[in-house]
């Protein structure tokens, strides 16, 4: 005797398995990257490599790359751990010196990791809000805890931003191990404002951006006043060049991978002058190249620090218990 | 005859089962899956110490009491709001109505942008504030639709007794609305339970959630017992959640209606005052702010100096590509386990799981469990509008199943008498008379695919990156021009939602 199914059931049932038969033969293709002619970079969201840019790659070596961003840098570093058995992809692009021993320790690369490209944590101030308030503007770390500035600054929670975190490591560096608390105990004394993002902090309440909020000085990048040049040809903000923290972004070689030779070939194309000079105008970052010049706009308004402190902290062995100490002052 | 009945009732059985195979294993296969992928990686000798730590007890407590006080008052708010807005007739009520739902449906990222004003409040208060923002419409429109059924033949009747005012509404109406108010209250409850970008935001990550905790125990510190224990007390509430409002999940459908009387002149102006500045304000400065020629003009643009793979109009259409695929697995598998579980409805507690879990931890799982052979789904594009049809289905659940169980059972049984079949009883007769339900849930699985954004930042990939997923992109990096270009898709996703909100909310109901 045949058990029936009610029909209603079965056309719900071919209807699923079309769509679910589709999803699996639409990802089928991607498996495919173990070819010597495939190579899958996974990147963080930020980082930008253009179409043109990989075509050129392709016409070079005959490799085809597919990129794979995985969320924020921190993020991207966690799912590599995560699927190192069944890695993501080929090489990885955009681990920064705050997670790389993460990556290194858990054995996601192979080899060494090369630095690529990077950027300065620094504070900036809004010069419009200083003028008019006839105050001088702030020049150090030093500033920010005295009178003059009190409830002026803004910067992110280093718990929940990277820009936070580089931030409280240029603190650690600043006023070492006995220090640095006492200096976010006097931060805090002269009304910082804590943000959870960069986007917070800087739209929402730095003066000096399109936002328009009403805090002057903002914890972001010494690149970002670049984008703040208003009509007159002038930057409407600046950065303190003293007392910023450096990122470096690298690219490595993932464990596993069955192109080695395809992503070293990438890894050189990354280095390349001409990628090299693309880096400041889609990245917001500096090359690591010395022999591209940067855009006038950051020539003139965002050079790079040049005494960045806080190369030498490992900053993910003390993580947590920086995190820790400073959770205990703003919690 | 002994033979007969026993193969029938296998017949009847074996039904069911098949009915059930579907939704079973989807739900199965794209969430307990990956979810108990991540969740195995994260079991350690530690598992239970981290309940203790200060850190996750806080996130806990502070979960809890704030959904508590947010339900209170939303419902404190409400419950007068839905009663003038779908017990009582006045100029514009229907906009009103609308326009309550967009930020319920609108990706919390534009929430935040909206609601900055809020931001010189005390911490606590402005994530009270804009939990209600968001989830105030969950409780007019749920218990709305039910009130505004009610037979007015009842209010005349209590009327003769003199039961007039509050005391009518006490004695007449509550007991009626009781399962309604219990449904809504519970999802606003899950809701704030959950939410992330409005902690995160207002609370400047100085406070934490169970949420924002696992999404930073994961992301930053690879801290897997943490995320997989908080994991496990989120659905611990979801299902508690669940059972206390079981009771309520029958609604009454439309069946209206003569028309409601009209509202005091007092009334319609505090309604509209209320509503013009807790929902039309933030809503029109994000529009104010975004709907300008130089801003449409840069959206064909890849931001400032190239920072986007695809332009806002390409995101948008894999955005609209996405919630169509996941709105439609959604709404198949949801239908089917409404329709199966009149008979069983603790059986949907396993398709409403999915609401209580952090769409991160999802992500993650998704990673582990589908890298390689035989589904390789994380290396597809169809991942992202699978973890949100997955997400979507609680909500064509709970929706379907309510106005489903409101149906008085014989209709169908006497259909089957007569021969009718299972699809049959479907098309002419159930799905005509939940129609609202069904647009409702059609509209809602739509919105809440459109504004999904916790998976989808950390599975789409470069070209099929969502709306969401580029708007944060944009106001992730310095200049005017990516500023005014996040606003102009911030106002082209308010104006899309409030048109689905309008067009799915039109029309009136077959009787």
């Given at each position: 005797m045949m058990l029936s199914i009610p029909k209603v059931s079965i056309r719900i049932a071919s209807l699923f398995a079309a769509v679910t038969l589709t999803a699996i033969s639409l990802t089928g293709c991607s498996s495919s990257s173990s070819l010597a002619s495939q190579l899958t970079v996974v990147v963080h969201d930020s980082v930008v490599i253009t179409d043109a840019q990989l075509a050129e790659f392709t016409k070079q070596t005959g490799i085809e790359v597919t990129l794979v961003k995985a969320g924020d840098a921190g993020a991207m570093t966690n799912k590599l751990v995560l699927t190192k058995d069944q890695p993501i992809g080929d090489l990885v692009y955009g681990i920064d010196n705050t997670f790389a021993s993460v990556a290194t320790s858990n054995n996601v690369i192979a080899g060494d990791l090369s630095a690529i490209d990077y950027g300065d944590v620094c504070l900036n101030y809004d010069k419009t809000w200083f003028a008019s308030h006839e105050l001088a503007a702030p020049t150090s770390l030093d500033d920010l805890i005295k009178s003059d500035y009190q409830g002026l600054t803004v910067?992110?929670?280093?718990?929940?931003?990277?820009?936070?975190?580089?931030?409280?490591?240029?603190?650690?560096?600043?006023?070492?191990?006995?220090?640095?608390?006492?200096?976010?105990?006097?931060?805090?004394?002269?009304?910082?404002?804590?943000?959870?993002g960069w986007e917070d902090a800087y739209y929402t309440d730095f003066s000096g951006s399109s936002g328009k909020g009403n805090y002057p000085i903002v914890l972001s990048y010494s690149s970002s006043p670049a984008d703040e040049v208003r009509d007159n040809g002038?930057?409407?903000?600046?950065?303190?060049?003293?007392?910023c923290y450096r990122q470096t972004e690298y690219a490595g070689v993932l464990t596993g991978t069955k192109n080695l030779g395809g992503a070293k070939k990438f890894i050189e194309f990354l280095l390349s002058d001409k990628f090299q000079a693309s880096i400041p105008g889609s990245m917001y970052m500096y090359p690591v190249s010395k022999t591209v010049s940067l855009p006038d706009s950051w020539?003139?308004?965002?050079?790079?620090?040049?005494?960045?402190?806080?190369?030498?902290?490992?900053?993910?062995?003390?993580?947590?218990?920086?995190?820790?100490?400073?959770?205990?002052?703003?919690? | 005859m002994d033979l007969d009945l026993r193969l029938a009732k296998l017949r009847r059985v074996s039904a069911l089962l098949g009915g059930w195979l579907i939704p079973a294993g989807f739900i199965g296969l794209l969430f307990y899956f990956p979810l108990?992928?991540?969740?195995?990686?994260?079991?350690?000798?530690?598992?239970?110490?981290?309940?203790?730590?200060?850190?996750a007890v806080a996130a806990i407590w502070f979960t809890l009491w704030q959904a508590v006080v947010s339900v209170a008052l939303a419902l404190a708010i409400g419950l007068p709001l839905s009663y003038l807005l779908y017990r009582r007739r006045f100029f514009g009520s229907a906009f009103l109505r609308n326009l309550m739902l967009v930020p319920f449906v609108t990706p919390t990222i534009v929430v935040v942008i909206a609601l900055q004003p809020l931001r010189v409040l005390p911490t606590w208060?402005?994530?009270?504030?804009?939990?209600?923002?968001?989830?105030?419409?969950?409780?007019?429109?749920?218990?709305?639709?039910?009130?505004?059924?009610?037979?007015?033949?009842?209010?005349?009747?209590?009327?003769?007794?003199?039961?007039?005012?509050?005391?009518?509404?006490?004695?007449?109406?509550?007991?009626?609305?009781?399962?309604?108010?219990?449904?809504?209250?519970?999802?606003?409850?899950?809701?704030?339970?959950?939410?992330?970008?409005?902690?995160?935001?207002?609370?400047?990550?100085?406070?934490?959630?169970?949420?924002?905790?696992?999404?930073?125990?994961?992301?930053?510190?690879?801290?897997?017992?943490?995320?997989?224990?908080?994991?496990?007390?989120?659905?611990?509430?979801?299902?508690?959640?669940?059972?206390?409002?079981?009771?309520?999940?029958?609604a009454v459908e439309d069946l209206s209606l003569s028309a409601a009387p009209l509202a005091s002149r007092f009334s319609v102006f505090a309604v509209w005052g209320f509503i013009a500045v807790a929902f039309a304000l933030p809503i029109g400065q994000v529009l104010a702010r975004g709907l300008n020629a130089q801003a449409f003009d840069w959206l064909n643009s890849l931001g400032a100096r190239g920072l986007l793979d695809i332009t806002v109009w390409q995101a948008l259409a894999n955005s609209l590509r996405n919630s169509l695929i996941a709105a439609s697995l959604a709404l198949v598998v949801g239908t089917l386990v409404a329709k199966l579980s009149t008979r069983r409805p603790g059986l949907r507690l396993w398709f409403v799981l999915p609401l209580g879990v952090s769409s991160v931890m999802l992500g993650f799982g998704y990673l582990v469990a589908f890298g390689g052979e035989p589904l390789p789904l994380r290396s597809s594009w169809m991942v992202v509008p699978l973890v949100q049809s997955v997400l979507a289905t609680p909500l064509v659940v709970r929706g379907l199943s309510a106005a489903l169980d409101g149906?008085?059972?014989?209709?169908?049984?006497?259909?089957?008498?007569?021969?009718?079949?299972?699809?049959?009883?479907?098309?002419?007769?159930?799905?005509?008379?939940?129609?609202?339900?069904?647009?409702?849930?059609?509209?809602?699985?739509?919105?809440?695919?459109?504004?999904?954004?916790?998976?989808?930042?950390?599975?789409?990939?470069?070209?099929?990156?969502?709306l969401p997923v580029v708007l944060f992109r944009l106001i992730s990096r310095p200049g005017e021009q990516n500023y005014s270009m996040a606003m102009a898709a911030a106002s082209l996703m308010i104006i899309f939602v409030f048109a689905v909100v309008t067009l799915t909310s039109a029309g009136k109901p077959k009787n």
């Open positions: 910067v992110e929670n280093p718990n929940t931003s990277s820009t936070g975190l580089g931030f409280l490591a240029a603190s650690v560096a600043q006023y070492g191990d006995a220090g640095w608390q006492t200096y976010w105990r006097a931060l805090k004394n002269n009304d910082v404002k804590i943000d959870a002038e930057s409407q903000t600046a950065a303190i060049l003293g007392g020539a003139q308004f965002a050079p790079a620090a040049d005494q960045p402190i806080g190369k030498d902290l490992d900053v993910n062995a003390n993580r947590a218990t920086w995190l820790k100490a400073w959770t205990s002052i703003f919690g | 108990g992928s991540i969740l195995l990686l994260g079991f350690s000798g530690e598992f239970l110490g981290v309940l203790g730590t200060p850190i208060m402005a994530i009270l504030a804009a939990n209600l923002f968001l989830n105030l419409a969950v409780i007019v429109r749920g218990v709305g639709s039910s009130w505004q059924s009610l037979d007015r033949n009842l209010d005349d009747a209590a009327r003769l007794d003199g039961a007039n005012g509050w005391r009518l509404i006490r004695s007449i109406h509550v007991p009626v609305l009781r399962s309604a108010i219990l449904s809504s209250a519970s999802l606003v409850f899950l809701y704030c339970a959950t939410s992330f970008a409005i902690v995160l935001s207002f609370g400047g990550g100085q406070i934490q959630s169970i949420e924002t905790l696992t999404y930073y125990s994961l992301t930053a510190h690879l801290d897997l017992p943490t995320a997989s224990v908080l994991a496990l007390v989120q659905t611990v509430i979801t299902v508690v959640v669940f059972l206390l409002s079981r009771r309520g999940d029958v149906l008085p059972r014989e209709l169908a049984e006497s259909a089957a008498t007569a021969g009718a079949s299972g699809w049959q009883i479907w098309r002419m007769i159930e799905l005509p008379l939940i129609a609202i339900a069904f647009k409702n849930a059609v509209a809602l699985a739509l919105l809440v695919s459109i504004g999904e954004f916790g998976s989808a930042a950390l599975l789409s990939y470069g070209k099929q990156a969502t």
